[in-house]
């Protein structure tokens, strides 16, 4: 263990005194959202929270697992992480649905399962906890940079052949209007200027409450401040129905115009053997409602090439149809089997074919984006820079959620005009030409 701080250490693996707690968080927006409320927690608690393993007591890892190459790739950061410090808590969707896995590894390893996030300090200091539902909207988080994030609903109603998630967060659980809407406004009165509402599937959110997530979008564009709201994922199987009063709540100018709705596959027949729930029409009709209300607007989607049933033909689908709907930026991912999952019995395609075909869609993913983040090259945006991820350059967003890279470091909440000299794939490159407002630097990482 890191030296000097730790009072005592208790047989049940509990420690107590000033711990410093080091948190390595992977996957997506909700496990990001998770480990930021990780280290709040830890933080309130008095415990210090430290930016390197070497420097630490404790070591919280939040884990995903949803590919083989990432599951690898958590087995690594387990052995490293237990070797490293000598009480690990390990959280996240691999402690959910692979706790066995989790021990063969780090058999000193703490599992808390992700829906105990809130029992972190517990388990950490007395190495048990007393699982409970909990609110996780209402959680504690660190506002970094000028980004928070806001886990809205945990689960999904979803049933797809090869997600893992499914197993790792059963069934749904959304969280009060109430409790999300103040977790907005208490980011934003600390420094937040982007808010990102996430879950597995955020269109799932309400369906156990009788609402859903046009009218809670509606109520958390009105929280007043400079930032805007991200809304995350939806399936269109559950977005289709509201989607007119969605679009409707997003007209406002505090809701960033950027829809994310994984269509998977271009066939329809692949679709149904992966109990997706939607049809390329459905996707398509997503697509173009956007279009048509929220005028300039960053479709983000998935796609998964070599599902075992996926034929040429199938494939060529999935092409033509990012061709057709030309979103801004697409994932592409290799089917990967998933223990516990219904797909994870099908015999696989060959490893060669898989290959190319991800190279062809990574190929198209490459162009698409490449237009979408060049399509206002020499026109004057406006955008607000969010966060700095290079030294000496600062990364803002556009209404229509294009990160634009300035060539100078300003203070987070900055608003410019900045006219955009070039792209690449990820990025548009601009200079700045006025600035609207001035924002004051802020200090280190807040908890709210």
Same mark, same amino acid.
Request: aromatic share 2%.
């Given at each position: 263990?890191?030296?000097?701080?730790?009072?005592?250490?208790?047989?049940?693996?509990?420690?107590?005194?000033?711990?410093?707690?080091?948190?390595?968080?992977?996957?997506?927006?909700?496990?990001?959202?998770?480990?930021?409320?990780?280290?709040?927690?830890?933080?309130?608690?008095?415990?210090?929270?430290?930016?390197?393993?070497?420097?630490?007591?404790?070591?919280?890892?939040?884990?995903?697992?949803?590919?083989?190459?990432?599951?690898?790739?958590?087995? #690594?950061?387990?052995?490293?992480?237990?070797?490293?410090?000598?009480?690990?808590?390990?959280?996240?969707?691999?402690?959910?649905?692979?706790?066995?896995?989790?021990?063969?590894?780090?058999?000193?390893?703490?599992?808390?399962?992700?829906?105990?996030?809130?029992?972190?300090?517990?388990?950490?200091?007395?190495?048990?906890?007393?699982?409970?539902?909990?609110?996780?909207?209402?959680?504690?988080?660190?506002?970094?940079?000028?980004?928070?994030?806001?886990?809205?609903?945990?689960?999904?109603?979803?049933?797809?052949?090869?997600?893992?998630?499914?197993?790792?967060?059963?069934?749904?659980?959304?969280?009060?209007?109430?409790?999300?809407?103040?977790?907005?406004?208490?980011?934003?009165?600390?420094?937040?200027?982007?808010?990102?509402?996430?879950?597995?599937?955020?269109?799932?959110?309400?369906?156990?409450?009788?609402?859903?997530?046009?009218?809670?979008?509606?109520?958390?564009?009105?929280?007043?401040?400079?930032?805007?709201?991200?809304?995350?994922?939806?399936?269109?199987?559950?977005?289709?129905?509201?989607?007119?009063?969605?679009?409707?709540?997003?007209?406002?100018?505090?809701?960033?115009?950027?829809?994310?709705?994984?269509?998977?596959?271009?066939?329809?027949?692949?679709?149904?053997?992966?109990?997706?729930?939607?049809?390329?029409?459905?996707?398509?009709?997503?697509?173009?409602?956007?279009?048509?209300?929220?005028?300039?607007?960053?479709?983000?989607?998935?796609?998964?090439?070599?599902?075992?049933?996926?034929?040429?033909?199938?494939?060529?689908?999935?092409?033509?149809?990012?061709?057709?709907?030309?979103?801004?930026?697409?994932?592409?991912?290799?089917?990967?089997?998933?223990?516990?999952?219904?797909?994870?019995?099908?015999?696989?395609?060959?490893?060669?074919?898989?290959?190319?075909?991800?190279?062809?869609?990574?190929?198209?993913?490459?162009?698409?984006?490449?237009?979408?983040?060049?399509?206002?090259?020499?026109?004057?945006?406006?955008?607000?820079?969010?966060?700095?991820?290079?030294?000496?350059?600062?990364?803002?967003?556009?209404?229509?959620?294009?990160?634009?890279?300035?060539?100078? #470091?300003?203070?987070?909440?900055?608003?410019?005009?900045?006219?955009?000299?070039?792209?690449?794939?990820?990025?548009?490159?601009?200079?700045?030409?006025?600035?609207?407002?001035?924002?004051?630097?802020?200090?280190?990482?807040?908890?709210?």
């Amino acid at each position: 263990m890191g030296g000097g701080r730790v009072e005592r250490l208790l047989s049940g693996g509990g420690l107590v005194g000033v711990v410093r707690v080091y948190t390595e968080i992977h996957g997506c927006a909700t496990t990001q959202a998770e480990g930021s409320t990780a280290k709040a927690l830890a933080q309130r608690a008095g415990h210090e929270v430290v930016g390197s393993v070497e420097e630490a007591d404790a070591a919280v890892l939040v884990t995903c697992t949803v590919v083989g190459k990432t599951e690898r790739r958590m087995v #690594e950061r387990l052995r490293s992480l237990g070797d490293a410090v000598g009480t690990l808590v390990v959280t996240g969707c691999m402690a959910s649905a692979q706790p066995e896995r989790v021990l063969e590894v780090a058999p000193h390893a703490l599992i808390l399962p992700p829906h105990n996030v809130d029992q972190l300090v517990p388990l950490l200091e007395e190495g048990r906890f007393t699982p409970a539902p909990v609110d996780k909207a209402g959680l504690p988080r660190r506002v970094e940079g000028g980004v928070a994030t806001v886990v809205i609903n945990d689960g999904c109603l979803g049933n797809c052949s090869f997600c893992i998630t499914k197993l790792a967060r059963p069934g749904l659980s959304s969280y009060p209007v109430e409790s999300v809407v103040d977790a907005v406004r208490d980011a934003v009165g600390s420094g937040a200027v982007e808010v990102r509402l996430t879950s597995m599937d955020t269109g799932a959110y309400g369906q156990d409450r009788g609402t859903d997530l046009a009218g809670l979008v509606e109520q958390v564009a009105d929280v007043e401040g400079r930032h805007r709201v991200r809304v995350g994922m939806l399936n269109p199987f559950l977005g289709i129905p509201f989607l007119d009063d969605l679009l409707e709540a997003m007209r406002h100018p505090r809701v960033y115009n950027f829809l994310h709705v994984p269509v998977q596959s271009g066939s329809d027949a692949v679709l149904d053997h992966m109990g997706r729930q939607h049809s390329v029409e459905d996707f398509e009709h997503v697509v173009e409602r956007a279009r048509e209300v929220l005028g300039d607007v960053t479709i983000a989607t998935d796609v998964i090439v070599g599902y075992p049933t996926e034929t040429r033909e199938d494939h060529e689908a999935t092409m033509a149809l990012l061709e057709r709907s030309r979103p801004g930026h697409v994932n592409v991912t290799r089917f990967s089997p998933r223990p516990g999952t219904p797909a994870a019995g099908l015999e696989a395609l060959d490893g060669g074919v898989v290959k190319d075909r991800s190279r062809e869609a990574s190929r198209v993913r490459d162009r698409l984006q490449r237009e979408h983040r060049g399509r206002h090259e020499g026109e004057v945006v406006t955008c607000r820079v969010i966060e700095h991820v290079v030294e000496g350059t600062s990364q803002a967003r556009t209404l229509a959620y294009d990160p634009v890279v300035l060539e100078e #470091e300003l203070p987070v909440g900055t608003l410019v005009r900045a006219r955009v000299r070039g792209s690449t794939m990820a990025h548009a490159e601009a200079d700045v030409v006025e600035v609207l407002e001035v924002a004051d630097p802020r200090g280190a990482p807040r908890v709210v």
